[in-house]
């Protein structure tokens, strides 16, 4: 009978670095996400400082790239705030500098239209009646999302939801 996980597969330097030359290929990766795919395929030490060195100047691993590519993602399929976004950076091991970067690069007309829509939306959808708790419902949501409480106010304030 077969276990869910799988039987670790221990590959040489040329297999690994073909290997995670594709996993990057597939889609933008961070380097946290690479060493850690690099470790399940045996590989150690200075092997795997030399694979992470040859995907970079190879550019098939971009930190500044992935991070832009993840935060546009997140704010524009997910509709995410710009928190959560930051919080899922760290996790990647996004360096600060860089994640600072990403994440207000996100067009702020866009990001406080995505707040509105989120609002319209989300008010229809609540079936609370008493005032108060469907205001707290709502800010709750919105956080959960990861937009900023000054935001969130702003908007419920605009659209008379205060």
Known sequence: ???????????????ALAKAESFC???ERSQ??????LLD????????EEIISELIVANFLNE???????AAGKFNIKKWGRIKIKQGLKLKGVPDKILQKAIYSLNDDD????????????VILLT??????RKIKLINYLQAKG???????????????N
Do not use: C
């Open 41 to 48: 395929w045996g590989i150690r030490g200075d092997e795997l």
């Open 147 to 161: 937009f900023e409480s000054d935001l969130i106010f702003l908007v419920l304030k605009a659209s008379n939801l």
């Open 128 to 133: 609370e009646n008493d005032p108060f708790k």
């Open 32 to 37: 946290k996400e690479v060493r850690s795919k």
């Open 25 to 27: 290929a597939y889609q």
């Open 1 to 15: 009978m077969k276990s869910g996980k799988q039987e670790a597969v221990f590959l040489d330097k040329k297999q």
């Open 64 to 70: 500044e790239r992935f991070a832009f590519h993840y």
């Open 111 to 122: 990001y406080l239209q995505t707040l509105e829509n989120l609002v319209e939306k989300k």
